[in-house]
């Protein structure tokens, strides 16, 4: 392509301008990002699951494609059209000045050169559809309509228009000419708008995704004893701003949230959008509350921490991390007033259970029950739990999983004393508080040589198992009291005893709901669906595994009242019963109480545990 000196500095210029422009917001974007507070005990271990995670979830993009097939390869395409058209673009900006890193004539030149074409004509036909959903179809989880969407769309289909009739017209001719200076332009006017607005997922989500928190809702541990969580903007750790940065606004975390669904006011795509705000207005070094002027305190407390967001987010934002830690700051501020939650943690500090019932009625119940004190010859200590002891659902439970015990022939026993592990202080933002409670159970494990745990709770299993060693402050080794037993969920333990459980003819239907704590925190679906099988025929409900919809009850929110809109226990039991089955199982006893109290005057069909179910067919 022949070009003149005056075209070559006007196009210098041109290119020159549109880096500088991409440079001013991005350098801003990314010195906000370093200037935020170091992210402590934070470090970059298993690089191979990592580098495996980066490959497959955004070269391959298959959480993307997983969540909405037809939009997501749409997206998927578009990415991969972009990688494609890497070298060409480069090569079309190099042409100008008589060099070419591919030429066209060369057998790897048309190799390329046909592959980039289908690239185009397969991101033009993705472009397509996903404005018909946008602007069609107007699906209810994007984000408004914005003109700069609306200029960013505009463009990169203009660049697939302007690039693919280039196989038939030459360069050198007038129509050639017009279409290599409008693909110019417009790839010139893109470059500035990649850094802006949810475009910055492009170029942040790779690192986001590689550097995110391994595990599930792994939230960070506090620096030191005063440290109150987000409370403002000098409390953001760098991974919490590139995550902020990274949302791509897509809406998978609005579409799967029970909360958003049953008409409250939170939304998780707004918690990193409001954070990504703050730091634009305010700065990471800013002392203003983030809660009063970029996130309602209200959303942050109505979320139920089941995880559905983090576990749907394509960008790899952890929406988990971020409540909890606005949550520590309210709480450690003291600018969260709830009464209901007051009590809550009163009844926490001053009787060890969340119900704040007299520690004697427990000891009661163990001795009116015959259930064996564990004194350290036992093979399990039977972790009973807040629900296990003061209340009655959650105790026909505990008796159901004892006489399973007993007819496998395992030796168990319970503790003399037991407190509550905590889960609901932990995930209402009270750290200090969960911590004392895990030392005074710590002690109590170790006094009697406790080496296996098994629970009816999910919550109780994660907050043993992880949560009490994320939270402990760093002290000498001789000062920590590290978990040193194993702790299962009685859905684990009952999978591995099946083959000698009870079968029966699998007359009955039955519909299992997923535990959040027990699916998406612990990846255990499999198992409790081997023991349902058992004895009865197994029906799952539309949204089934990592999709299942939460009963409600986490995240503490059981002891903080009434919910505002739809209550989600009534929206998923509802949805558990339209399923046809005689019983509804589930393998938690929050989720066991919440449905029932959902139905509380519908005696069909049946609530029931996994234990429950069972425990039915052994005989007395």
Same mark, same amino acid.
């Given at each position: 392509m022949d070009t003149t000196f005056v075209q070559k500095l006007f196009l210098l210029a041109l290119l020159t301008a549109s880096v500088i422009l991409f440079w001013h917001r991005f350098g801003r974007v990314l010195f906000r990002i370093v200037q935020a507070k170091s992210e402590g005990d934070f470090k970059v271990t298993n690089l191979a699951q990592r580098c495996w995670r980066l490959f497959w979830e955004?070269? !391959?993009?298959?959480?993307?494609?997983?969540?909405?097939?037809?939009?997501?390869?749409?997206?998927?395409?578009?990415?991969?059209?972009?990688?494609?058209?890497?070298?060409?673009?480069?090569?079309?900006?190099?042409?100008?000045?008589?060099?070419?890193?591919?030429?066209?004539?060369?057998?790897?030149?048309?190799?390329?050169?046909?592959?980039?074409?289908?690239?185009?004509?397969?991101?033009?036909?993705?472009?397509?559809?996903?404005?018909?959903?946008?602007?069609?179809?107007?699906?209810?989880?994007?984000?408004? $309509?914005?003109?700069?969407?609306?200029?960013?769309?505009?463009?990169?289909?203009?660049?697939?228009?302007?690039?693919?009739?280039?196989?038939?017209?030459?360069?050198?001719?007038?129509?050639?000419?017009?279409?290599?200076?409008?693909?110019?332009?417009?790839?010139?006017?893109? $470059?500035?708008?990649?850094?802006?607005?949810?475009?910055?997922?492009?170029?942040?989500?790779?690192?986001?995704?590689?550097?995110?928190?391994?595990?599930?809702?792994?939230?960070?541990?506090?620096?030191?004893?005063?440290?109150?969580?987000?409370?403002?903007?000098?409390?953001?750790?760098?991974?919490?701003?590139?995550?902020?940065?990274?949302?791509?606004? !897509?809406?998978?975390?609005?579409?799967?949230?029970?909360?958003?669904?049953?008409?409250?006011?939170?939304?998780?795509?707004?918690?990193?959008?409001?954070?990504?705000?703050?730091?634009?207005?305010?700065?990471?070094?800013?002392?203003?509350?983030?809660?009063?002027?970029?996130?309602?305190?209200?959303?942050?407390?109505?979320?139920?921490?089941?995880?559905? !967001?983090?576990?749907?987010?394509?960008?790899?934002?952890?929406?988990?991390?971020?409540?909890?830690?606005?949550?520590?700051?309210?709480?450690?501020?003291?600018?969260?007033?709830?009464?209901?939650?007051?009590?809550?943690?009163?009844?926490?500090?001053?009787?060890?259970?969340?119900?704040?019932?007299?520690?004697?009625?427990?000891?009661?119940?163990?001795?009116?029950?015959?259930?064996?004190?564990?004194?350290?010859?036992?093979?399990?200590?039977?972790?009973?739990?807040?629900?296990?002891?003061?209340?009655?659902?959650?105790?026909?439970?505990?008796?159901?999983?004892?006489?399973?015990?007993?007819?496998?022939?395992?030796?168990?026993?319970?503790?003399?004393?037991?407190?509550?592990?905590?889960?609901?202080?932990?995930?209402?933002?009270?750290?200090?508080?969960?911590?004392?409670?895990?030392?005074?159970?710590?002690?109590?494990?170790?006094?009697?040589?406790?080496?296996?745990?098994?629970?009816?709770?999910?919550?109780?299993?994660?907050?043993?198992?992880?949560?009490?060693?994320?939270?402990?402050?760093?002290?000498?080794?001789?000062?920590?009291?590290?978990?040193?037993?194993?702790?299962?969920?009685?859905?684990?333990?009952?999978?591995?005893?099946?083959?000698?459980?009870?079968?029966?003819?699998?007359?009955?239907?039955?519909?299992?709901?997923?535990?959040?704590?027990?699916?998406?925190?612990?990846?255990?679906?499999?198992?409790?669906?081997?023991?349902?099988?058992?004895?009865?025929?197994?029906?799952?409900?539309?949204?089934?595994?990592?999709?299942?919809?939460?009963?409600?009850?986490?995240?503490?929110?059981?002891?903080?009242?009434?919910?505002?809109?739809?209550?989600?226990?009534?929206?998923?039991?509802?949805?558990?019963?339209?399923?046809?089955?005689?019983?509804?199982?589930?393998?938690?006893?929050?989720?066991?109480?919440?449905?029932?109290?959902?139905?509380?005057?519908?005696?069909?069909?049946?609530?029931?545990?996994?234990?429950?179910?069972?425990?039915?067919?052994?005989?007395?």
């Amino acid at each position: 392509m022949d070009t003149t000196f005056v075209q070559k500095l006007f196009l210098l210029a041109l290119l020159t301008a549109s880096v500088i422009l991409f440079w001013h917001r991005f350098g801003r974007v990314l010195f906000r990002i370093v200037q935020a507070k170091s992210e402590g005990d934070f470090k970059v271990t298993n690089l191979a699951q990592r580098c495996w995670r980066l490959f497959w979830e955004v070269l !391959c993009q298959a959480r993307v494609i997983q969540g909405r097939p037809l939009p997501g390869l749409a997206h998927a395409f578009l990415l991969w059209g972009f990688c494609a058209f890497l070298i060409a673009e480069i090569d079309h900006f190099a042409t100008p000045f008589d060099y070419s890193f591919i030429p066209w004539q060369s057998a790897a030149g048309l190799f390329y050169f046909w592959f980039v074409f289908l690239f185009a004509l397969c991101c033009t036909i993705s472009l397509a559809g996903l404005a018909f959903r946008r602007y069609i179809v107007k699906s209810e989880w994007l984000d408004p $309509i914005s003109a700069q969407t609306n200029l960013t769309l505009a463009l990169i289909f203009i660049l697939m228009m302007t690039l693919l009739p280039r196989w038939w017209i030459t360069d050198d001719s007038l129509a050639g000419r017009s279409l290599w200076w409008l693909h110019t332009l417009a790839l010139l006017i893109l $470059i500035p708008l990649l850094p802006r607005a949810k475009n910055l997922h492009i170029l942040l989500s790779p690192a986001t995704l590689f550097l995110k928190r391994l595990g599930f809702s792994q939230i960070p541990p506090l620096n030191h004893a005063a440290d109150p969580g987000l409370a403002a903007g000098r409390n953001i750790t760098r991974l919490t701003a590139l995550q902020a940065y990274a949302c791509m606004e !897509c809406g998978r975390c609005t579409e799967q949230c029970p909360a958003y669904n049953t008409g409250k006011e939170l939304d998780p795509r707004l918690i990193a959008l409001g954070l990504n705000y703050y730091l634009d207005e305010f700065g990471p070094r800013s002392s203003s509350p983030i809660l009063e002027v970029a996130v309602s305190k209200k959303a942050v407390f109505e979320c139920t921490t089941c995880g559905a !967001c983090e576990t749907h987010c394509p960008a790899g934002i952890q929406h988990l991390s971020m409540i909890v830690g606005l949550r520590r700051g309210a709480v450690n501020t003291d600018s969260w007033r709830d009464e209901n939650g007051e009590q809550l943690f009163r009844n926490l500090r001053d009787h060890g259970n969340a119900m704040g019932v007299a520690e004697g009625e427990r000891a009661r119940l163990i001795r009116w029950q015959n259930w064996p004190i564990f004194d350290g010859t036992q093979e399990y200590c039977l972790w009973l739990g807040c629900m296990g002891v003061y209340d009655p659902r959650g105790r026909s439970v505990i008796e159901s999983f004892v006489k399973i015990m007993r007819h496998l022939g395992t030796s168990f026993g319970v503790l003399n004393k037991e407190y509550c592990t905590g889960d609901p202080a932990r995930r209402l933002g009270n750290d200090a508080l969960t911590n004392e409670l895990a030392d005074i159970n710590l002690r109590l494990l170790r006094h009697y040589g406790v080496r296996k745990i098994v629970s009816i709770c999910p919550h109780c299993v994660r907050t043993i198992a992880e949560d009490w060693d994320q939270l402990r402050p760093k002290t000498p080794a001789q000062e920590q009291l590290p978990v040193d037993a194993t702790i299962e969920h009685h859905s684990e333990f009952l999978a591995r005893h099946a083959a000698w459980l009870p079968a029966g003819d699998g007359g009955q239907q039955v519909t299992f709901h997923d535990p959040c704590y027990l699916g998406r925190y612990r990846n255990v679906y499999d198992d409790p669906r081997q023991v349902i099988a058992r004895t009865a025929t197994l029906l799952e409900p539309p949204r089934t595994r990592e999709r299942s919809f939460c009963c409600g009850a986490g995240g503490g929110l059981v002891f903080l009242g009434e919910e505002s809109g739809q209550r989600m226990n009534e929206v998923r039991a509802q949805e558990l019963i339209d399923t046809g089955a005689g019983i509804v199982a589930t393998a938690c006893p929050f989720c066991s109480a919440m449905f029932r109290d959902a139905r509380a005057a519908d005696r069909s069909p049946q609530f029931l545990d996994i234990a429950q179910i069972v425990a039915q067919h052994i005989a007395d």
